[in-house]
């Protein structure tokens, strides 16, 4: 069992480039969301998904861009990387309508901006 | 402003005893209850959750009680065990969980043989 899946585990990039973090689920979630988690910190919600074509805007989305397009992904684009969005970032799914209900989160992408 | 908050930042605690970890939030709005558990390098696992409509939800050696006039919820373990050592992190949603879930920064737990 997959559940859900997160690559790269680890990335550096350089100020200003972009980069498209990948997250796919095999368990026909409909919700769908991404975190960030910084040192000493919480998991901050990034953006979220409701189900295929939908998506919103959560506590931290500023710098961040994602597309729903199947069920099965939900990407996470930076668009031009900036120092402030070093940090570790999850994805999670969910088998309920409520995002509030049990989530399965993917293991994690390590991104340092230099 | 920090809606959910863990002010234990670790905690210690000899394996076979009761570790008990406390988590506060300010958000009257909040109405159901998650407790997650999270090794280093690996995403956060759901552990125990509880609604708004009880005070006590077991699971096991696990059990969270919710005080929701204090507006505090604890973590209780029981027996404690050496595979317990992680980070948890309590988290809360209101109205249906439509704007996701609000994290507490965590709580290292450290099981001493």
């Known amino acids: 069992n997959a559940g859900v899946t997160q690559t790269p585990k680890f990335q550096v990039l350089k100020t200003g480039q972009s980069m498209t973090l990948q997250c796919a689920q095999d368990?026909?979630?409909?919700?769908m969301s991404w975190y960030r988690q910084d040192p000493g910190m919480g998991l901050r919600l990034i953006h979220y998904s409701v189900g295929a074509g939908i998506t919103d805007q959560g506590e931290v989305p500023n710098g961040y861009n994602v597309s729903r397009s199947t069920t099965e992904d939900f990407p996470l684009r930076l668009l031009s990387a900036a120092p402030s969005q070093t940090s570790v970032y999850f994805c999670?799914?969910?088998?309920?309508?409520?995002?509030?209900?049990?989530?399965?989160f993917g293991q994690g992408t390590r991104l340092t901006v230099v | 402003d920090q809606q959910v908050k863990q002010n234990s930042p670790s905690l210690s605690v000899q394996e076979g005893r009761i570790s008990i970890l406390n988590c506060d939030y300010t958000n009257s709005m909040f109405d159901y209850f998650l407790w997650y558990k999270k090794y280093p390098a690996e995403g956060p696992t759901f552990l125990i959750s509880i609604s708004s409509i009880k005070d006590k939800n077991e699971d096991g050696r696990f059990t969270v009680f919710l005080n929701k006039s204090a507006k505090h919820l604890s973590l209780h373990i029981v027996p404690s065990q050496p595979g317990d050592s992680a980070v948890y992190f309590c988290a809360a949603s209101a109205g249906g969980g439509a704007d996701g879930l609000t994290f507490g920064k965590g709580t290292h737990l450290i099981i001493q043989p």
């Open positions: 368990m026909n979630h409909e919700y």
């Open positions: 999670a799914s969910n088998f309920n309508e409520a995002l509030s209900t049990e989530a399965f």
